[in-house]
């Protein structure tokens, strides 16, 4: 039981990560209508970049996470203006695809820059585990647990209370229409890609500081799994990334523990299978039907 | 027996009810009209006709055979084929391949011989070479065979989407604004052109329309749709001087 | 009038049949030339040793062209396939006892059939989703399929397989490249091409005419997959050892790259591009780290070049020769 339930909170730890990870791409995909393939590999490069703040430059670690946060976000509207803007009007095939080679252009430069051997990153996280009766919840499981929560209720305020948030609402819904009502659908959806992207930058603060291994795929395979979740939850809908993300990682979790670790991924990928089939817009998701 | 027996035909969009109760009767070898104010739902009932949409309530019977719930392809195998109000031609590849894809469904040859490329294969291409070229003549079209489909004026790719669905031999054919974007004189050589395609073909039209000059110029029967309801149904005649249809479009004064 | 059409029939069958002369002649020739390479002191060792793996990646490339250049579907899983291929192969030759080429054969049919099967039921599910989701549900079954090859016992878990028979030759290679090719360019070239082209050009209207775009998306599938096991089983049989990790989403990128480099829709482009991106690495061993980072450029710049406003712009400039002009669009007819 004892264990059941430490694996139960260390898959709502992992599922808090990909629920932060799935957030960006579910706004990314309600706006612009694209898988931004390149959303996991940003994480990879906030990890990098907190090592190079706190291990190479010696900052302090609160900074170094706030610059961590804000180069992952420029990084993503960088991205959006250099490779998705221009193709805006192409087949969707093309952007796809474009999509793809940044993702392996971010890989293959951390790949140059830092090279292939795994380097140990010790986490900047340094709070004391609580003990509840016999379960111990690490000090990195709780912090995620406390800046998830945060930035999840920051997210949910800004998208239904703020201009900017309701124009991002607008621009999802029916982008010419937001255009007529006077919201530059350029910014907005740059917007997106900021907040998307600075989401990355705290799931790969996060995710570093429980794995302390840096690599360049590090992001890849996580970016996948939270893919699976944004579809679980519901594609385009906010509270069906933290939703699926929490169920993904609390999946994956138990599946590890008591199927096998090797199996656990397919039960992963499985899921975006059965769901993409059975009702593709996923638990919190709406119909959307093609107007021809 | 009338060819097409359209009966409550009706569909829900989410809360919006899109089409509702259109009774539609066309006989066959009849030019039938269907008119009315952007947003009525015209192009909707042609997207329910074609099984682009499967309606919430309703029949529609063509030759006396049920066709609701049926794919777009069983449909148009049927005899339904259709143009759209965007164009929606295969832009990258030929004008000839354009019609001659539509033709798939006539010259089966197997995928063994399409593999080994056989003599039914040979045979198979060259027929639809002929037929192809044949019905592209029809429009004047066969000058630009070998032209990617994109690259035709805006006129002559309306008149390829028209060429690319008579190919598929349909008893019905529904034409979705053929005239838009075209000035008068291009107007009239369409309206021509219907003419000549039903007694060519044999094919029962039905189309979408705004230029009125077309409408009343060659349908003999027109229903008007409004907010997805039947507002008036009959020749041009009654129908454009119904005084509810006027201001239909005009609004009210 | 009649004379004047059965004349032009002669010419067009006298045009075939000496198309038809000249491919066998070439496909001869071309065999001369590979046996040349392969035998004699024109290629030094590291680059024999490239000539099966550069098959191996034509016949990946092919296959997945139909897929991504000619259906307009991405599919990010052809690895998978290709490990269904390689380990099927594989397997057989370990377990039977019959002669070489004989057993060799069998394997690589099976290889392709089973791969096509699965190829065929996982077109299944797809049928319904298109551009984005296809792909992803392709990234899906080819982690799922490698996830599945890692836990088995009988396909020897992470470890895989090793000591399979070393069959692969120049030999094997070229007729099973030529047969890709030949079966290829038939297909898309017949109807069922045409079909297949019409579905990515504009699936709706390809439905109104009649062409079941759920049935053509499968049989594309099936026909992708078949050609990516049979590569699988030259692949296991070239260097006699087999691991899961060989057929990674990062392996189904680098076919990607391929297909992207040598133009959707071009078998032409595909041919040359797998091997131009066979020998390269090979050839700029040195500059290995920067492998990576080229073939996401030519990823992102191949994109781009399809950017309606960066065309608009090329197209407008007198300047640029008419080839640059043309890099980058989407190929017709195949060869």
């Given at each position: 039981?004892?264990?059941?339930?430490?694996?139960?909170?260390?898959?709502?730890?992992?599922?808090?990560?990909?629920?932060?990870?799935?957030?960006?791409?579910?706004?990314?995909?309600?706006?612009?209508?694209?898988?931004?393939?390149?959303?996991?590999?940003?994480?990879?490069?906030?990890?990098?970049?907190?090592?190079?703040?706190?291990?190479?430059?010696?900052?302090?670690?609160?900074?170094?996470?706030?610059?961590?946060?804000?180069?992952?976000?420029?990084?993503?509207?960088?991205?959006?203006?250099?490779?998705?803007?221009?193709?805006r009007k192409a087949p969707s095939l093309a952007v796809l695809i474009t999509a793809i080679g940044m993702s392996f252009l971010l890989q293959a430069l951390s790949l140059l820059i830092f090279g292939a051997n795994p380097i140990t990153f010790p986490s900047v996280i340094k709070v004391s585990p609580i003990y509840i009766g016999s379960i111990t919840i690490s000090g990195i499981t709780i912090i995620t647990f406390v800046v998830t929560f945060i930035c999840m209720i920051g997210l949910t305020y800004f998208v239904n209370n703020t201009k900017a948030g309701s124009a991002m609402r607008a621009?999802?819904?029916?982008?010419?229409?937001?255009?007529?009502?006077?919201?530059?659908?350029?910014?907005?959806?740059?917007?997106?890609?900021?907040?998307?992207?600075?989401?990355?930058?705290?799931?790969?603060?996060?995710?570093?500081?429980?794995?302390?291994?840096?690599?360049?795929?590090?992001?890849?395979?996580?970016?996948?799994?939270?893919?699976?979740?944004?579809?679980?939850?519901?594609?385009?809908?906010?509270?069906?990334?933290?939703?699926?993300?929490?169920?993904?990682?609390?999946?994956?979790?138990?599946?590890?523990?008591?199927?096998?670790?090797?199996?656990?991924?397919?039960?992963?990928?499985?899921?975006?299978?059965?769901?993409?089939?059975?009702?593709?817009?996923?638990?919190?998701?709406?119909?959307?039907?093609?107007?021809? | 027996?009338?060819?097409?027996?359209?009966?409550?035909?009706?569909?829900?969009?989410?809360?919006?009810?899109?089409?509702?109760?259109?009774?539609?009767?066309?006989?066959?070898?009849?030019?039938?009209?269907?008119?009315?104010?952007?947003?009525?739902?015209?192009?909707?009932?042609?997207?329910?006709?074609?099984?682009?949409?499967?309606?919430?309530?309703?029949?529609?019977?063509?030759?006396?055979?049920?066709?609701?719930?049926?794919?777009?392809?069983?449909?148009?195998?049927?005899?339904?084929?259709?143009?759209?109000?965007?164009?929606?031609?295969?832009?990258?590849?030929?004008?000839?391949?354009?019609?001659?894809?539509?033709?798939?469904?006539?010259?089966?040859?197997?995928?063994?011989?399409?593999?080994?490329?056989?003599?039914?294969?040979?045979?198979?291409?060259?027929?639809?070479?002929?037929?192809?070229?044949?019905?592209?003549?029809?429009?004047?079209?066969?000058?630009?065979?070998?032209?990617?489909?994109?690259?035709?004026?805006?006129?002559?790719?309306?008149?390829?989407?028209?060429?690319?669905?008579?190919?598929?031999?349909?008893?019905?054919?529904?034409?979705?604004?053929?005239?838009?974007?075209?000035?008068?004189?291009?107007?009239?050589?369409?309206?021509d052109t219907i003419r000549l395609i039903r007694e060519r073909f044999h094919v029962t039209i039905l189309l979408i329309e705004h230029d009125m000059k077309l409408v009343s110029g060659i349908c003999e029967e027109i229903l008007v749709l409004n907010f997805g309801t039947e507002l008036a149904k009959g020749t041009p005649d009654e129908v454009l001087n119904n005084p509810e249809v006027i201001t239909a479009y005009l609004g009210e004064e | 009038m009649e004379k004047k059409a059965s004349n032009n029939m002669n010419l067009k069958n006298n045009k075939n049949f000496n198309k038809k002369i000249?491919?066998?002649?070439?496909?001869?020739?071309?065999?001369?030339?590979?046996?040349?390479?392969?035998?004699?002191?024109?290629?030094?060792?590291?680059?024999?040793?490239?000539?099966?793996?550069?098959?191996?990646?034509?016949?990946?490339?092919?296959?997945?062209?139909?897929?991504?250049?000619?259906?307009?579907?991405?599919?990010?899983?052809?690895?998978?396939?290709?490990?269904?291929?390689?380990?099927?192969?594989?397997?057989?030759?370990?377990?039977?006892?019959?002669?070489?080429?004989?057993?060799?054969?069998?394997?690589?049919?099976?290889?392709?059939?089973?791969?096509?099967?699965?190829?065929?039921?996982?077109?299944?599910?797809?049928?319904?989703?298109?551009?984005?989701?296809?792909?992803?549900?392709?990234?899906?079954?080819?982690?799922?399929?490698?996830?599945?090859?890692?836990?088995?016992?009988?396909?020897?878990?992470?470890?895989?397989?090793?000591?399979?028979?070393?069959?692969?030759?120049?030999?094997?290679?070229?007729?099973?490249?030529?047969?890709?090719?030949?079966?290829?360019?038939?297909?898309?070239?017949?109807?069922?091409?045409?079909?297949?082209?019409?579905?990515?050009?504009?699936?709706?209207?390809?439905?109104?005419?009649?062409?079941?775009?759920?049935?053509?998306?499968?049989?594309?599938?099936?026909?992708?997959?078949?050609?990516?096991?049979?590569?699988?089983?030259?692949?296991?049989?070239?260097?006699?050892?087999?691991?899961?990790?060989?057929?990674?989403?990062?392996?189904?990128?680098?076919?990607?790259?391929?297909?992207?480099?040598?133009?959707?829709?071009?078998?032409?482009?595909?041919?040359?591009?797998?091997?131009?991106?066979?020998?390269?690495?090979?050839?700029?061993?040195?500059?290995?780290?920067?492998?990576?980072?080229?073939?996401?450029?030519?990823?992102?710049?191949?994109?781009?070049?399809?950017?309606?406003?960066?065309?608009?712009?090329?197209?407008?400039?007198?300047?640029?020769?008419?080839?640059?002009?043309?890099?980058?669009?989407?190929?017709?007819?195949?060869?």
């Amino acid at each position: 039981m004892v264990r059941f339930l430490e694996q139960f909170i260390n898959g709502l730890s992992v599922g808090s990560v990909y629920a932060l990870i799935a957030l960006g791409y579910t706004m990314v995909y309600g706006i612009a209508r694209m898988i931004n393939f390149a959303h996991g590999d940003i994480i990879m490069v906030g990890a990098y970049v907190l090592y190079v703040c706190k291990s190479i430059i010696g900052l302090p670690s609160i900074v170094s996470v706030i610059v961590t946060i804000v180069f992952c976000s420029l990084l993503g509207i960088t991205i959006e203006k250099i490779a998705y803007k221009p193709l805006r009007k192409a087949p969707s095939l093309a952007v796809l695809i474009t999509a793809i080679g940044m993702s392996f252009l971010l890989q293959a430069l951390s790949l140059l820059i830092f090279g292939a051997n795994p380097i140990t990153f010790p986490s900047v996280i340094k709070v004391s585990p609580i003990y509840i009766g016999s379960i111990t919840i690490s000090g990195i499981t709780i912090i995620t647990f406390v800046v998830t929560f945060i930035c999840m209720i920051g997210l949910t305020y800004f998208v239904n209370n703020t201009k900017a948030g309701s124009a991002m609402r607008a621009a999802s819904e029916d982008k010419p229409a937001a255009e007529l009502m006077g919201i530059n659908v350029n910014r907005t959806i740059s917007m997106v890609f900021a907040i998307g992207s600075a989401l990355a930058g705290v799931a790969g603060f996060l995710y570093i500081s429980q794995y302390q291994s840096l690599m360049p795929t590090l992001g890849a395979l996580p970016g996948i799994k939270a893919f699976v979740a944004a579809v679980l939850g519901g594609i385009g809908s906010i509270p069906g990334a933290m939703l699926g993300g929490i169920m993904l990682g609390v999946i994956e979790s138990l599946s590890k523990a008591y199927i096998s670790t090797q199996l656990a991924d397919a039960i992963v990928f499985g899921i975006l299978v059965i769901v993409l089939i059975v009702k593709p817009s996923g638990l919190l998701g709406k119909n959307s039907i093609e107007k021809v | 027996m009338a060819l097409l027996e359209v009966k409550n035909l009706g569909i829900n969009f989410g809360g919006l009810r899109a089409v509702d109760g259109v009774n539609l009767t066309i006989e066959e070898g009849q030019l039938y009209g269907l008119i009315g104010p952007n947003g009525a739902g015209k192009t909707t009932v042609f997207n329910l006709l074609t099984g682009v949409y499967k309606p919430t309530s309703g029949t529609i019977r063509l030759d006396n055979e049920s066709i609701v719930g049926k794919s777009s392809s069983q449909i148009c195998q049927t005899g339904i084929a259709r143009t759209f109000q965007n164009i929606r031609l295969f832009n990258n590849m030929t004008v000839l391949e354009n019609v001659k894809a539509a033709f798939h469904n006539e010259f089966k040859y197997s995928l063994l011989a399409s593999l080994l490329h056989s003599k039914s294969f040979s045979s198979g291409e060259k027929e639809m070479d002929k037929r192809a070229l044949d019905l592209l003549k029809v429009f004047g079209l066969d000058i630009y065979a070998d032209e990617y489909a994109c690259n035709l004026s805006y006129g002559a790719q309306r008149k390829l989407e028209i060429a690319r669905a008579l190919a598929t031999n349909p008893k019905l054919l529904l034409l979705d604004e053929p005239a838009a974007g075209m000035n008068p004189q291009e107007t009239s050589e369409l309206m021509d052109t219907i003419r000549l395609i039903r007694e060519r073909f044999h094919v029962t039209i039905l189309l979408i329309e705004h230029d009125m000059k077309l409408v009343s110029g060659i349908c003999e029967e027109i229903l008007v749709l409004n907010f997805g309801t039947e507002l008036a149904k009959g020749t041009p005649d009654e129908v454009l001087n119904n005084p509810e249809v006027i201001t239909a479009y005009l609004g009210e004064e | 009038m009649e004379k004047k059409a059965s004349n032009n029939m002669n010419l067009k069958n006298n045009k075939n049949f000496n198309k038809k002369i000249i491919a066998v002649v070439g496909i001869v020739v071309g065999y001369i030339l590979i046996s040349l390479l392969a035998n004699g002191d024109l290629l030094s060792r590291q680059f024999k040793s490239l000539i099966v793996p550069a098959g191996i990646n034509i016949i990946l490339a092919v296959s997945l062209n139909l897929t991504v250049g000619f259906l307009g579907e991405l599919s990010l899983g052809h690895a998978g396939f290709m490990s269904i291929g390689a380990y099927t192969a594989a397997l057989f030759t370990l377990n039977m006892n019959l002669p070489g080429p004989l057993e060799f054969m069998i394997a690589i049919v099976l290889a392709g059939l089973i791969a096509g099967l699965f190829g065929y039921l996982i077109g299944v599910p797809v049928l319904r989703l298109r551009g984005d989701y296809l792909a992803i549900v392709t990234l899906a079954f080819g982690e799922i399929i490698r996830s599945l090859i890692n836990s088995f016992k009988f396909t020897g878990g992470a470890i895989g397989l090793s000591k399979i028979p070393r069959y692969s030759n120049y030999t094997w290679v070229y007729v099973l490249v030529i047969l890709t090719i030949l079966l290829s360019y038939n297909f898309v070239t017949s109807r069922y091409g045409r079909a297949i082209k019409s579905i990515r050009e504009n699936y709706i209207a390809a439905e109104t005419i009649g062409i079941k775009v759920s049935r053509y998306k499968t049989l594309t599938f099936a026909i992708a997959a078949f050609f990516a096991g049979v590569a699988g089983a030259l692949y296991s049989h070239n260097f006699g050892v087999l691991r899961p990790s060989d057929f990674d989403y990062n392996k189904s990128i680098e076919i990607l790259v391929i297909v992207v480099l040598g133009g959707m829709g071009s078998i032409r482009g595909s041919v040359i591009a797998a091997i131009l991106l066979t020998i390269l690495p090979e050839a700029l061993r040195a500059v290995n780290e920067f492998r990576m980072l080229l073939y996401a450029i030519v990823l992102i710049i191949m994109m781009l070049l399809r950017s309606p406003d960066l065309r608009a712009k090329i197209e407008e400039n007198e300047k640029l020769p008419k080839f640059i002009k043309n890099f980058g669009k989407i190929k017709e007819g195949g060869i």
